[in-house]
């Protein structure tokens, strides 16, 4: 079973940031957050993934809680082409050393 | 480097049939994982691969369904007497130690 809650459903408007939340309390020390998205008829890609500080990538960026228990995913500017279905996962490792698994993800529209 | 290839997308097989799907992943990736993905639900995993070794078997893989990586590149999984319930997205995808899991852009399953 997903280790993670998200809502299952987010709308922002075109050009505002999207706050996409995660919850996972049951999160181990050595486990990661990752996000992952997947865009109508395609196969999941990559987003960002962290342990306990902030990251940031051209894609997005990850807030991770002090107590690592929740997470949010932003992403600065949103687009038309952000509509997705986004997928947070916990898994061991700082890499994919183990299987993902999935949950139903928060299904993100981007309105003009 | 294309990324990974999944061959075909889109098979129609009549309940009965076998069937069997190839997956191609980036070519320095030395593990390869299948899921599969029903409408509304996010991917299932499956199997994985560690070069030429199955290692991880998901219960979701029934005797009917064998996956092979005979050579530690290309994979096959292979669905004998399909059932109308094997109606799904099959996805693949690689990863090496150092990078995270890349998917292919699935191969869609109808069984009629």
């Known amino acids: 079973d997903a280790k993670t809650t998200q809502p299952p459903s987010m709308d922002c408007a075109e050009g505002r940031a999207a706050n996409l939340p995660c919850n996972h309390s049951?999160?181990?020390?050595?486990?990661?957050v990752y996000w992952y998205r997947q865009i109508h008829s395609q196969g999941p890609q990559y987003i960002i993934h962290?342990?306990?500080n902030n990251e940031t990538n051209e894609m997005a960026s990850l807030i991770i809680t002090e107590d690592r228990k929740s997470s949010t995913l932003i992403l600065p500017h949103a687009t038309l082409r952000d509509t997705a279905v986004y997928y947070c996962?916990?898994?061991?490792?700082?890499?994919?050393?183990?299987?993902?698994?999935f949950g139903t993800g928060t299904r993100l529209q981007v309105f003009p | 480097d294309t990324g990974v290839s999944q061959d075909p997308r889109h098979k129609i097989t009549k309940r009965g049939q076998n069937v069997t799907f190839r997956c191609d992943p980036i070519?320095?990736?030395?593990?390869l994982y299948w899921y599969r993905q029903t409408l509304g639900q996010g991917p299932e995993f499956l199997t994985y691969?560690?070069?030429?070794?199955?290692?991880?078997k998901s219960r979701l893989l029934s005797d009917r369904f064998s996956a092979e990586r005979p050579k530690g590149s290309f994979s096959t999984l292979e669905i004998q007497r399909t059932e109308q319930g094997d109606s799904a997205m099959y996805l693949c995808?690689?990863?090496?130690?150092?990078?995270?899991?890349?998917f292919g852009q699935g191969t869609r399953l109808t069984v009629v």
């Open positions: 962290g342990l306990k």
């Open positions: 691969f560690q070069n030429e070794a199955q290692l991880e």
């Open positions: 996962i916990v898994i061991p490792g700082s890499y994919n050393t183990d299987k993902l698994i």
């Open positions: 995808a690689s990863s090496n130690l150092n990078t995270e899991a890349f």
């Open positions: 070519s320095e990736h030395n593990r």
């Open positions: 049951t999160i181990s020390g050595n486990e990661y």
